[in-house]
């Protein structure tokens, strides 16, 4: 089992529409989760972090996190074209000497 | 405040030649991480570092790779000799720790390795 997983996509969605992005990981111990943007031939950058159960805002991105069911998710709203990238879910477990883990990203796709 | 360097941006290379990469990170920052990511799949760490000490390689490949930081600031990390499968973009990422946000890397813009 992947330490964390995402759908690869493509997710595609219409401008305006909530985008909707999940996440899952394995290890119970995890503690701070991220989502972070690629571009197309770019590098990671962090979008969001989120480290306790329930829901944080930031503008038009929300991040939400339930530990009981070991799922993180982003949601978008208002999508924008700009938006389309690829989004990578991380996880931190201090346990394991602050090793960030990524998943493979999920493709989002922003239809105008 | 300027980002993290990396250089070269692209190199090709032939199997079992020899490569390697240098990154300069945020002037102040202690930990210094290397990640391999492949086409389609996300970052993979293969060394941590926490100024010039090693925190986590486990996922390295020691039989062909290696990676140094000395004095605590600017890294290299070397492959000898590469496999076809050693093609992909090396990112390198710092990040403040103690004083900053666990887990927010600032990434540079990575190293794009072409095995032949």
């Known amino acids: 089992q992947k330490e964390v997983e995402q759908n690869s996509g493509p997710l595609s969605v219409p401008e305006g529409a909530i985008a909707s992005l999940n996440c899952t990981y394995s290890?119970?111990?995890?503690?701070?989760f991220f989502w972070y943007r690629q571009y197309s031939g770019k590098s990671p950058e962090l979008i969001m972090s989120?480290?306790?159960?329930g829901d944080k805002e930031d503008g038009r991105f929300t991040a939400q996190l339930n530990k009981a069911s070991q799922y993180v998710s982003l949601l978008i709203r208002d999508s924008q074209p700009s938006d389309s990238a690829t989004y990578l879910c991380?996880?931190?477990?201090?346990?394991?000497?602050?090793?960030?883990?990524f998943g493979a990203g999920t493709i989002l796709r922003v239809k105008s | 405040e300027a980002g993290v360097a990396q250089s070269p941006r692209y190199k090709i290379i032939e199997k079992r030649q020899s490569v390697a990469f240098w990154c300069n990170p945020i002037?102040?920052?202690?930990?210094l991480y290397w990640y391999q990511q492949i086409l389609g799949q996300g970052p993979k760490l293969l060394i941590q570092?926490?100024?010039?000490?090693?925190?986590?390689d486990s996922q390295l490949p020691k039989d062909r790779f290696s990676a140094e930081r000395l004095k605590g600031v600017d890294s290299t990390l070397k492959i000898q000799p590469a496999k076809l499968e050693d093609s992909a973009v090396y990112l390198c990422?710092?990040?403040?720790?103690?004083?900053?946000?666990?887990?927010?890397?600032?990434f540079g813009e990575g190293s794009r390795l072409t095995v032949l």
């Open positions: 990422a710092s990040s403040r720790r103690r004083t900053g946000i666990e887990g927010e890397l600032f």
């Open positions: 290890d119970r111990g995890s503690q701070s």
């Open positions: 989120i480290y306790s159960n």
């Open positions: 991380a996880v931190l477990n201090m346990e394991y000497g602050n090793k960030l883990v």
């Open positions: 002037s102040g920052h202690a930990t």
């Open positions: 570092f926490q100024n010039n000490g090693v925190v986590d």
